[in-house]
């Protein structure tokens, strides 16, 4: 998917080869520029209206507005356009920044609200002021374009509106970049938001798209996490939701490594040391998240007992009463669906396309390291596209104590030491608040996992010379997130972008819990 930084670039480039290519057709183009600097000048291109607008801001709207009146005033002194074709250059530069503003809407719900944490982090101001700077940028090029367009124009009212237009955008240009010394490069790497939807991978899938693919599913697992920390959905995760997902999760961990240690075999030196040393981490992070499964023992959520002890044949004399129940058949979250097809995804990429957890009676050969490393597109590649599980990961972890609270009322176990003194027919009891909170509990273990698994990828990728500009990005996406678990309205300062942010420590919120009376 096209980041903002990539639709940027795309719109930079187009308006470059529009100024250097002769215009056919001058009113043409000069329509064409005055709709690109209308659509440059749009408050949700930089940031919505919610956003912190500075001065600068400001004054770089207030220039591409007089740019354009100003070319409206030469297009009324120009004949009418042509109905020749002409280059598509300007309007497709204009399709990219409206992409560009659908980024940063397809983040907010039709009501406002924040669907994921970068919506949070699109209304700072070095936020805001990293969309001014790009802006601006598109300024400068787009005064080229107007220079070239109004090159050898015969009328002097013409050509004085041209020239007018060029100096408003230069203005704008030089004032844009001067004014956003603190803009926050990080959010160039985002980009649209997918929804919580399950997904299935296919043995028909190539090879070469698996890194590709798992950046989508781990975005939409990213987005089931914002949800869930923040109630905003009314699918919650169950508790037999959470010992699934806890368990692909694991298992995609536990997959990762063993691509790393196959690539490793193929390469020399250092950098196979490196993978076997990330393919290490990953396994105490696939551990972590095991544990957190142990803590469910005989632990069932009412409302989806998909994941249940196993239960005693019922006798005849309750057959004879009528008071066999059958177990409800739930829909599962599709945050489970979506975490086993990253599993087969990573699986694909290790055994081949037709591999499948469910069908592996026993392991099949592994590809040629060779092989991974060509359909990831290198060492560095590839540690960046594994890179975003135990990021994603992350978010899941943090959010998990919130899902155990949310399903509190409806966990029961069988236990004895839950049970209450005195003649009782049922078997199940509610659980009590300290086997509550050790549901919980295990899941900040799982934080400091991922994270050493995030930075241990991210070395890998740094060494290989591969940018990951998504880690800061989502290191601001986990302080937001870690700011959420003492309220969003205590938002603490933020810090200076830096690789450092991806080793952030936090303490995953607490469960509430109160003691139910029978």
């Given at each position: 998917?096209?980041?903002?930084?990539?639709?940027?670039?795309?719109?930079?480039?187009?308006?470059?080869?529009?100024?250097?290519?002769?215009?056919?057709?001058?009113?043409?183009s000069?329509?064409d520029?005055?709709?690109?600097?209308?659509?440059?000048a749009?408050?949700?291109?930089?940031?919505g209206?919610?956003?912190p607008?500075?001065t600068?801001?400001g004054?770089?709207?207030?220039?591409?507005?007089?740019?354009?009146d100003?070319l409206?005033?030469a297009?009324?002194?120009?004949?009418?356009?042509?109905?020749?074709?002409v280059?598509?250059?300007?309007?497709d530069?204009s399709?990219a920044?409206?992409?560009?503003r659908?980024i940063?809407?397809?983040?907010?719900?039709?009501?406002?609200?924040?669907?994921?944490?970068?919506?949070?982090?699109?209304t700072?101001?070095?936020a805001?002021?990293?969309?001014?700077?790009?802006?601006?940028?598109?300024?400068?090029?787009?005064?080229?374009?107007?220079?070239?367009?109004?090159?050898?124009?015969?009328?002097?009212?013409?050509?004085?509106?041209?020239?007018?237009a060029?100096?408003f955008?230069?203005?704008a240009?030089?004032?844009?970049?001067?004014?956003?010394?603190?803009?926050?490069?990080?959010?160039?790497?985002?980009?649209?938001?997918?929804?919580?939807?399950?997904?299935?991978?296919?043995?028909?899938?190539?090879?070469?798209?698996?890194?590709?693919?798992?950046?989508?599913?781990?975005?939409?697992?990213?987005?089931a996490?914002?949800?869930t920390?923040?109630?905003?959905?009314?699918?919650?995760?169950?508790?037999?939701?959470?010992?699934?997902?806890a368990?692909?999760?694991a298992?995609?961990r536990?997959?990762?490594?063993?691509?790393?240690?196959?690539?490793?075999?193929?390469l020399?030196?250092?950098?196979?040391?490196?993978?076997?040393?990330?393919a290490?981490?990953?396994?105490?992070s696939?551990?972590?998240w095991?544990?957190?499964?142990t803590?469910?023992?005989?632990?069932?959520?009412?409302?989806?007992?998909?994941?249940?002890?196993?239960?005693?044949t019922?006798?005849?004399?309750?057959?004879?009463?009528?008071e066999?129940?059958?177990?409800?058949?739930?829909?599962?979250?599709?945050?489970?669906?979506?975490?086993?097809?990253?599993a087969?995804?990573?699986g694909?990429?290790?055994?081949?396309?037709?591999?499948?957890?469910?069908?592996?009676?026993?392991?099949p050969?592994p590809?040629k390291?060779?092989?991974?490393?060509?359909d990831?597109?290198?060492?560095g590649a590839?540690?960046a596209?594994?890179?975003?599980?135990p990021?994603?990961?992350?978010?899941?972890?943090?959010?998990?104590?919130?899902?155990?609270?949310?399903?509190?009322?409806?966990?029961?176990?069988?236990?004895?030491?839950?049970r209450?003194?005195?003649?009782?027919?049922?078997?199940f009891?509610?659980?009590?608040?300290?086997?509550?909170?050790?549901?919980?509990?295990?899941?900040?273990?799982?934080?400091?996992?991922?994270?050493?698994?995030?930075?241990?990828?991210?070395?890998?990728?740094?060494k290989?010379?591969?940018?990951?500009?998504?880690?800061?990005?989502?290191?601001?996406a986990?302080?937001?997130?870690?700011?959420a678990?003492?309220?969003?309205?205590?938002?603490p300062?933020?810090?200076?972008?830096?690789?450092?942010r991806s080793?952030l420590?936090?303490?995953?919120?607490?469960?509430?819990?109160?003691?139910?009376v029978?």
């Open positions: 998917m096209a980041t903002l930084d990539e639709l940027f670039d795309t719109a930079a480039h187009r308006l470059r080869t529009a100024a250097a290519v002769p215009s056919s057709d001058r009113p043409a000069a329509l520029i005055d709709r690109f600097l209308s659509t440059l749009e408050p949700l291109v930089l940031g209206e919610d956003a607008r500075s600068v801001t004054d770089l709207i207030d220039l591409l507005r007089r740019a354009s100003t409206r005033s297009r009324r002194l120009l004949p009418a356009p042509g109905d020749a074709p280059e598509s250059h300007i309007s530069a399709a920044v409206h992409a560009v659908d940063i809407e397809n983040h907010r719900g039709p009501d406002r609200v924040p669907l994921t944490a970068y919506a949070y982090a699109l700072t101001g070095p805001h002021h990293y969309l001014t700077r790009r802006c601006a940028e598109l300024a400068w090029e787009s005064a080229q374009v107007v220079a070239s367009v109004g090159r050898d124009v015969l009328d002097p009212s013409v050509a004085d509106a041209f020239a007018d060029h100096r955008l230069s203005q240009a030089v004032f844009g970049q001067a004014g956003t010394p603190d803009a926050e490069t990080a959010i160039g790497a985002l980009s649209m938001t997918l929804p919580v939807s399950a997904v299935q991978a296919e043995p028909t899938d190539r090879t070469q798209d698996v890194t590709a693919n798992l950046e989508q599913d781990c975005d939409r697992l990213s987005r996490a914002f949800e920390l923040h109630s905003r959905t009314d699918h919650r995760l169950s508790g037999s939701d959470l010992q699934q997902l368990r692909w999760t298992m995609q536990l997959l990762a490594g063993r691509v790393l240690l196959q690539v490793a075999e193929s020399p030196g250092q950098t196979a040391d490196a993978l076997r040393d990330c290490d981490v990953l396994r105490g696939a551990q972590a095991q544990k957190t499964t803590a469910w023992h005989r632990v069932v959520d009412v409302s989806d007992p998909r994941a249940h002890p196993a239960l005693p019922p006798n005849y004399e309750i057959v004879r009463r009528g066999l129940v059958r177990l409800p058949q739930v829909l599962p979250h599709p945050a489970t669906a979506i975490a086993h097809t990253a087969v995804r990573v694909q990429l290790l055994y081949g396309p037709q591999w499948k957890p469910e069908t592996a009676a026993t392991r050969e590809r390291g060779s092989d991974i490393l060509s990831a597109q290198g060492t590839l540690a596209a594994l890179y975003r599980l990021a994603t990961g992350w978010q899941l972890a943090l959010a998990a104590p919130q899902a155990v609270s949310l399903a509190r009322g409806g966990l029961v176990t069988d236990i004895v030491e839950n209450i003194a005195g003649p009782t027919r049922h078997r009891r509610p659980l009590e608040p300290h086997r509550l909170e050790a549901l919980a509990l295990p899941y900040q273990a799982v934080l400091p996992a991922e994270q050493a698994s995030a930075a241990s990828l991210l070395g890998v990728a740094g290989a010379g591969v940018p990951v500009p998504r880690a800061l990005l989502d290191a601001t986990h302080q937001m997130l870690a700011a678990a003492t309220g969003w309205g205590k938002t300062a933020r810090q200076a972008a830096t690789a450092d080793r420590r936090v303490t995953a919120p607490q469960v509430r819990v109160r003691r139910r029978l």
